[in-house]
């Protein structure tokens, strides 16, 4: 009897695979013509962007590269003006960015935006560290705290306190407790005492080894205090 079950049950399996595959049959003799044209564009659709990226991307990509780079060396160098703006003979980040895009990497906007900020030039700064889209967790902190940095420029001191926040919550490590001080010392200015008392202890309980957690008692006395 058992037997029985199981031969009726592989019957009804065996009729259902083959009514299955009936039916893609007739689809397919339905509709083929469409199903090859429709192959086809994929096909020309995916060469064409493999051309584009070969030959028109990447060559870009590897151009672009090659004009930040005298740029980026003087960036290191610490000479802000002459890296962002060029000097005539080289292209300057300003300009790489203008007519490259973020083809030359991720990095021109973030260290446009350092320049910029150290030459005074704050709403030029936002507008390139906003751009930056690096998905390295110390270096998109960094970008978020010298966002707070253009902010406090322009006396924008309750959106400058945002972004340090934001920069200490985005990469734990050493760098946070000085983004959570320079939200404290602003949050004390904004009359924020609370605010400033919470980045305080957050820096003596949670970075004890950082330089900012060394002299950080006479900050959290001195709201205590208050």
């Known amino acids: 009897m058992a037997k029985e079950i199981l031969n009726e049950k592989e019957a009804l399996r065996m009729e259902a695979i083959e009514e299955t595959v009936s039916k893609t049959d007739r689809f397919y003799n339905e509709n083929k013509k469409t199903i090859w044209t429709v192959c086809g564009v994929l096909v020309v659709a995916a060469l064409a962007i493999l051309a584009y990226v070969k030959l028109v991307y990447q060559p870009k990509c590897a151009e672009a590269s090659q004009q930040a780079f005298p ?24 300009g ?31 507008e390139y560290l906003k751009k930056y889209n690096g998905k390295e967790p110390i270096l998109a902190a960094r970008a978020i705290a010298c966002q707070g940095d253009a902010y406090a420029g322009l006396e924008k001191y309750a959106d400058a306190v945002s972004a340090y926040l934001k920069a200490a919550s985005r990469a734990d490590n050493v760098f946070a407790a000085g983004y959570l001080l320079k939200a404290g010392i602003l949050s004390e200015q904004l009359g924020d005492k609370a605010k400033a008392l919470s980045c305080y202890k957050k820096i003596k309980d949670e970075y004890s080894n950082s330089v900012e957690a060394y002299d950080i008692d006479k900050y959290i006395t001195r709201v205590e205090a208050e």
Not at 73 to 89: I, M, P, R, T, V
Not at 100 to 117: D, F, P, S, T
């Open 96 to 126: 790489v960015i203008s007519e490259y895009g973020r083809k030359a990497g991720a990095a021109v906007c973030l260290e446009a935006g350092i320049c910029a900020l150290n030459i005074g030039e704050y709403e030029q700064a936002l």
């Open 71 to 94: 740029a980026e060396q003087l960036f290191a160098d610490g000479e802000y003006e002459l890296a962002l703006n060029g000097d005539g003979n080289i292209l300057g980040l300003a």
